[in-house]
């Protein structure tokens, strides 16, 4: 390193953009149903448990159940309800996603996701220009790499 001209390395964030192709929505959609299914699974789970906990209480406690034994059949079925409640978010969510993705124009350019890289700075740099990369890909090939690298 010639020390009349000191170098650093900073971390940046860089931007990765896709280029919307046939094969690049069908992995998406593919993506976006299998997690829409496991959340389905987990939903039916989670009413399985609920039953399986509520039985189990009613179950071991006195004919007719008492206040205490009422009280714990309403906490489990507002724990479940509570967790039922945060799925059916995620899975509307993944819902609008897919629809969104099945609206995307080909050849658009979309944000995908954002990664950290490092890069060397030295005195007369212009930061600001060498912080703003994005790479673009094209079915997962890099097809540019845009800014001040």
């Known amino acids: 390193m010639d020390v009349s001209n000191p170098q650093l390395l900073l971390k940046r964030v860089v931007n990765v953009k896709v280029i919307v192709t046939p094969l690049w929505k069908e992995e998406v959609q593919q993506q976006l149903q299998a997690n829409i299914n496991q959340l389905d699974q987990q939903l039916q789970q989670l009413d399985i448990e ?15 159940p008492g206040p205490q034994t009422l009280q714990q059949i309403d906490n489990i079925q507002l724990q479940v309800n509570q967790k039922k409640s945060e799925l059916l978010e995620q ?4 819902l609008q996603n897919l629809q969104q993705v099945q609206f995307l124009e080909l050849d658009q350019e979309v944000n995908q996701f954002q990664m950290e890289g490092f890069f060397r700075v030295e ?9 703003q990369v994005e790479i673009v890909l094209r079915d997962g090939v890099i097809e540019d790499i845009r800014g001040d690298i």
């Open 50 to 64: 609920g039953q399986r906990a509520i039985a189990a209480i009613q179950k071991q406690s006195l004919q007719p």
């Open 91 to 94: 899975k509307n969510q993944l």
């Open 123 to 131: 005195r007369g740099d212009n930061l600001i220009s060498k912080m």
